[in-house]
């Protein structure tokens, strides 16, 4: 098997990488950066740093701070407005995924308009895009090196997986002081979002040895340090390993996949407004103690990174204790389920057939070690309600 593998160009990883922004810009040739980012980092002078590092590099950098969580078609309108009367030469994403996700669409809109829909899965886009710098501020999404956005379309409420190379940041500064702010919801969602990437890229058909060792580092890496950063915000070290871990997972599942978690997720959060690390996290256990029996030894090497394992564990053993050991996980994290989150259930049964379709629309499950049908899909939503 050939795996084609994508990586961005440039990567900044370390503690004050963020300071290095302009210099990164201003070494591919960029001048007029379009920084997109929402107005949480604009509160906490995060936008005004990086703005004021891109100035210092000499360069013309302009804020566009309307993104907002889970964005939608509608959502990018005013960006596009301003990224063409900036005349930008290049777009910037400073968040966790959803400005990130919005930075993505508006370089590749920006050039070949359009509308979203227009370039969701199964489409693979090669582009023309402008070029996407990316600095992340959550340990979680993974997006400053995946070829992957998602927007939810305005007027259908589907969220639309969008891929291929145009969506690949050129750079990404990876700086883990940027995440210190972030409080403990954040931070176990996006923590559990990140080993919901690395596993789904281990257990995934279309998985591969380049792959395979970053998914196994990022989820020995989840295991030992992310009960730690919820549990002290200021613990650097081990904000600094999530951090590494969430790129390492992103690069994992954009040169390999995710799977049924992911599509199943998805439409949780378009219908009603679930966060996606937390949609994956309420799914997680359930869907890998379904999926477990058609990739055992996979989900075995899972448990023995995560440390829920040991190598006298038979595979089947081992994979068992991955699933206890995930549940362990999201209890002691305090994930809710659909119902606790407040989501009625009525309207939770009613829009399941949907969701199910909508799921399998994705591509996502297609890449599960159980290829599931909508019937099955319906179970595994109508499981984790309570």
């Not at 549940?327 to 939770?348: K, Q």
């Not at 994705?362 to 890449?367: D, I, R, T, W």
Request: glycine fraction near 10%; proline fraction near 6%; aromatic fraction near 4%.
């Amino acid at each position: 098997m050939v795996a084609g593998l994508s990586l961005p160009r440039i990567m900044r990883v370390g503690r004050g990488a963020a300071g290095e922004l302009g210099d990164v810009v201003a070494g591919l040739g960029l001048s007029r950066p379009l920084l997109v980012t929402d107005a949480f980092l604009v509160g906490t002078g995060a936008a005004d740093r990086l703005t004021a590092a891109l100035e210092g590099a000499g360069l013309h950098p302009r804020l566009f701070s309307d993104t907002v969580p889970d964005p939608t078609t509608d959502s990018l309108a005013s960006g596009l407005k301003v990224l063409r009367e900036h005349e930008a030469d290049s777009v910037i994403g400073l968040g966790g995924g959803s400005p990130m996700d919005t930075a993505k669409a508006l370089a590749l809109l920006g050039v070949q308009g359009g509308r979203m829909r227009d370039y969701k899965a199964p489409r693979v886009n090669v582009g023309p895009a402008l070029p996407v710098v990316a600095v992340p501020t959550t340990a979680g999404s993974g997006s400053e090196a995946t070829q992957f956005t998602v927007i939810t379309d305005s007027a259908t409420d589907e969220k639309m997986l969008c891929a291929g190379p145009a969506f690949l940041p050129l750079a990404a500064v990876v700086d883990v002081e940027l995440t210190l702010s972030m409080p403990y919801r954040l931070t176990a969602d996006t923590g559990i979002d990140a080993l919901t990437h690395a596993v789904e890229a281990y257990v995934s058909r279309k998985a591969n040895p380049f792959s395979d060792g970053l998914a196994l580092t990022a989820i020995a890496t989840v295991g030992r340090h992310l009960r730690r950063a919820c549990a002290d915000g200021a613990d650097t070290e081990a904000r600094a390993a999530m951090m590494l871990a969430a790129t390492q997972a992103g690069i994992a599942f954009s040169n390999s996949s995710v799977a049924l978690v992911h599509g199943m997720s998805r439409p949780i959060g378009a219908h009603f407004h679930v966060a996606h690390g937390l949609s994956n996290a309420m799914l997680f256990p359930a869907v890998t103690d379904f999926s477990v029996p058609a990739a055992p030894s996979r989900y075995a090497d899972c448990a023995r990174a995560l440390g829920a394992a040991s190598a006298a564990d038979g595979d089947a053993t081992a994979a068992a204790k991955f699933v206890d050991a995930l549940t362990v996980l999201c209890h002691d994290l305090a994930v809710p389920t659909p119902r606790a989150h407040g989501i009625d259930r009525d309207a939770w049964a009613r829009l399941t057939p949907l969701m199910a379709e909508q799921a399998l629309a994705s591509g996502s499950p297609a890449n599960n070690p159980v290829v599931p049908t909508a019937d099955r899909i319906q179970e595994l939503y109508a499981r984790i309600y309570d």
